[in-house]
């Protein structure tokens, strides 16, 4: 299913903000935005995959670098006021219940496009790919409107995932998941995640040193760029119904009616978390 999801390279689109951008925004947009974040990588980041052309290496240190703990989350709550408790806590270091100056810078690097962690690059630019599947009238800003619908995929999102894992870890069929039951479904993140980092590993760490060198990491970024290339042609042509090689404003409508399908995770069910 990762196929369906590298989208954003269909044309030479910009990086849209919900009601700014870097450090101009508000402390309240910033949270906002890290919300969302959040939501989209809870559980693999599953959803909107693959990068815009120019930033494969955000994918290439998500994919061979991440920290597995940090990308393995999965919290027991889902819901975007759970989330954003979540994002204060990160960033709220002294409790107080606000972001202060130092920690709002923290989360504003975060979330801008050179973030302190080189693996939450991914991050980042799918959260940029995000805003424009729900940037409707293509103004570049996120209206009322169209945060609220992108709240309410984001939420469809959340109980879709709480559905897949019920059913693929709820042994006792009980309707909710012990604290057992939890552990197996983040161990099962955890694996998979784990997974795909030896299999880039064993693919371009030709001195087998357990990490990937400069010209380890250019044999990846090349071959990142090709895939993300050709999917990005095949999702183009899906939705390109006159064959002309552009997608007009009806197809690009249809285009993102599919990925808010993916947003909302009705994908999920096929690998449980």
Sequence with gaps: MKKLYALLGIAALALWSLTGCGTNMDTEALIEEATYTEALSEGDGEGLDGVPEGDEDGVVDEEAEASVDDE??????????????????????????????????????????????????????????????????????????????????????????????????????????????????????????????????????ANQNGVLDEGERLQLVAAVRARLQALRAELKAQFDVDGNGVLDEAERAQLREFLRSHVRGEHFGEQGV
């Design 72 to 205: 393995a989350q999965l919290s027991e709550t889902c819901s975007l006021e759970a989330l954003r408790a979540r994002v204060m806590a990160r960033y709220d270091r002294n409790g107080d219940g606000r972001l202060g100056p130092a920690e709002r810078a923290a989360l504003a690097e975060d979330l801008g496009p050179y973030p302190r962690a080189r693996y939450r690059w991914a991050r980042h630019f799918r959260l940029q790919r995000m805003k424009w599947v729900y940037d409707a009238n293509e103004d570049g800003v996120l209206d009322e409107a169209e945060r609220a619908a992108l709240r309410g995929d984001l939420e469809a999102r959340c109980e879709a995932r709480r559905a897949a894992l019920l059913e693929h870890f709820d042994a006792d069929q009980s309707g909710a998941l012990e604290a057992s039951e939890w552990a197996a479904a983040r161990e099962a993140l955890r694996a998979r995640i784990q997974a795909r980092v030896q299999a880039v590993l064993a693919e371009f760490d």
